[in-house]
């Protein structure tokens, strides 16, 4: 199957809500997404974006049963490794269902990794949930390390009234 993989626009951030819903939902989290295409419009394609993407596209001819041509994305930011250096972190990789086993998956996380080269990236890291053997699988097969395991890394967050509340104690400092 033919696709293109580029740069989203912000005119994308209506299709890119819509696939992160998708991707919350196949991860039984559909509450846990807070935003909307607004929040990715200014977020990413303000003066200073938190975050990068690229979207996958099909021709017309080849579009979703639902009539959709972008059926894939990758949402993408710069980090720091105070050990290595400059770093890209993969938030989300996401293709629709029905456009799996065509090589976008593959694609955009190639794409992430060639940015993340020409920007000098020493690595490319993701989380990905423990029961998503698919994914784990699949990157896996492409060389990546599952740092649970070989580190024992534990993915840690602050978030609502636990950041709140850090916050707040900045102020006693």
Known sequence: MHFKIRPAKKEDCKEISRLIMELAVYENMPDQVK???????????????????????VPEEHKSKEGFTVVGY?????????????????????????????????GLLCKVAEVGKKKECVRLQLS?????????????????????VSE???????????LDNLAKEAAKI
């Not at 295409?37 to 596209?57: M, Y």
């Not at 710069?78 to 090589?103: A, C, H, Q």
């Open 35 to 57: 935003i909307a295409h607004e929040e990715l419009e200014r977020d990413g394609f303000g003066e200073n974006p938190f975050f990068q993407c690229l979207v996958a596209e």
């Open 74 to 106: 990758a949402l993408y930011f710069y980090t720091y490794s105070t050990w290595k250096g400059r770093s890209i972190f993969l938030e989300d990789l996401y293709v629709m269902p029905e456009f799996r086993g065509n090589g976008i998956g593959k």
């Open 128 to 148: 990905v949930l423990d029961w998503n053997t698919p994914s784990r699988d699949f990157y896996a097969a492409k060389g990546a390390q599952d740092l649970t």
């Open 152 to 162: 024992g890394w534990h993915a840690i967050r602050f978030d609502g009234p636990s």
